[in-house]
C-alpha cells in the first residue's frame, strides 16, 4: 500500500499563487507516477496534472500555463505551483498515485484532499 499526505491549500484572492505538495510514503517503489486531480460538489473528479517519474507530464488543458508540477523521486514528493489563480480553480485537490506500463495508467491510490478556494 502507498499512502498519499497533501498540503497546502486554502484561501487565495483572484490572480494569486499557491502551492500543494503531497509525500508517498509506503510502498512507493510500486509507483512511478503521480499527479493532482480536483473536484468541484456534483461533478467528478478531473485530472489537473500528472508527471512521470522520466519527467515526463501531463496538464489539463484549462491549467497549461498557470500551474506546473514538479516532482522529487528521492523524497516521494510531488508540488503543484498553481498561478494566476481564477475563481473556477476552486476546488478539493487530491493528488493521485500509481504506476503506468506501456502507456497504460493505472492510478489506484488516492490522497485524502485539500481545499482550494479562489475568492476575493
Known amino acids: 500500500q502507498v499512502q498519499l499526505v497533501e498540503s497546502g491549500g486554502g484561501l487565495v484572492q483572484p490572480g494569486g499563487s499557491l502551492r500543494l505538495s503531497c509525500a508517498a510514503s509506503?510502498?512507493?517503489?510500486?509507483?512511478?507516477?503521480m499527479g493532482w486531480y480536483r473536484q468541484v460538489p456534483g461533478k467528478g473528479r478531473e485530472l489537473v496534472a500528472l508527471?512521470?517519474?522520466?519527467?515526463?507530464?501531463t496538464y489539463a488543458d484549462s491549467v497549461k500555463g498557470r500551474f506546473t508540477i514538479s516532482a522529487d523521486n528521492a523524497k516521494r514528493t510531488v508540488i503543484l505551483q498553481m498561478g494566476s489563480l481564477e475563481p473556477d480553480d476552486t476546488a478539493v485537490y487530491y493528488c493521485?498515485?500509481?504506476?503506468?506500463?506501456?502507456?497504460?495508467?493505472?492510478?489506484?491510490?488516492w490522497g485524502q484532499g485539500t481545499q482550494v478556494t479562489v475568492s476575493s
Open positions: 493521485r498515485a500509481g504506476y503506468v506500463l506501456y502507456g497504460t495508467y493505472n492510478l489506484q491510490y
Open positions: 509506503g510502498r512507493t517503489s510500486t509507483i512511478n507516477v
Open positions: 508527471i512521470i517519474n522520466d519527467g515526463t507530464t
